[in-house]
Nanobody, 123 residues
Framework: QVQLVESGGGLVQPGGSLRLSCAAS????????MAWYRQGPGKQRELVAS???????NYADSVKGRFTISRDNAANTVYLQMNSLKPEDTAVYYC?????????????????WGQGTQVTVSS
């Protein structure tokens, strides 16, 4: 199995910044795409940003120009730098990885999730 552990959430004032990290560990054969999702109060989970193993990125319109996703393939870690935070960014942020495992081999890909980290933007 693959475990994802997020860190870096917290309380920040509007206009502030936070950096989330997500480290993958376990019986990893390869990690393909990694992504950050979020779920605000009373809302459905939504994609915030994703990044492929080659570094191609995709962002939700609501965070373009403010958030930056990056990854360290050697460390199996993905980051989300969040700047100019707004109250509407308040949510639980979840890390997701599309990966294959040593047991199943490269032909089968699974979707793994972290436990989530709370981000609260409030004055």
């Amino acid at each position: 199995q693959v475990q994802l552990v997020e860190s870096g959430g917290g309380l920040v004032q509007p206009g502030g910044s936070l950096r989330l990290s997500c480290a993958a560990s376990g019986s990893i054969f390869s990690i393909y795409s990694m992504a950050w999702y979020r779920q605000g109060p009373g809302k459905q989970r939504e994609l915030v940003a994703s990044i492929t193993s080659g570094g191609s990125t995709n962002y939700a319109d609501s965070v373009k120009g403010r958030f930056t996703i990056s990854r360290d393939n050697a460390a199996n870690t993905v980051y989300l730098q969040m700047n100019s935070l707004k109250p509407e960014d308040t949510a639980v942020y979840y890390c997701n990885a599309e990966a294959s495992t040593i047991v199943s081999g490269p032909s089968i890909r699974y979707s793994f999730w972290g436990q989530g980290t709370q981000v609260t933007v409030s004055s």
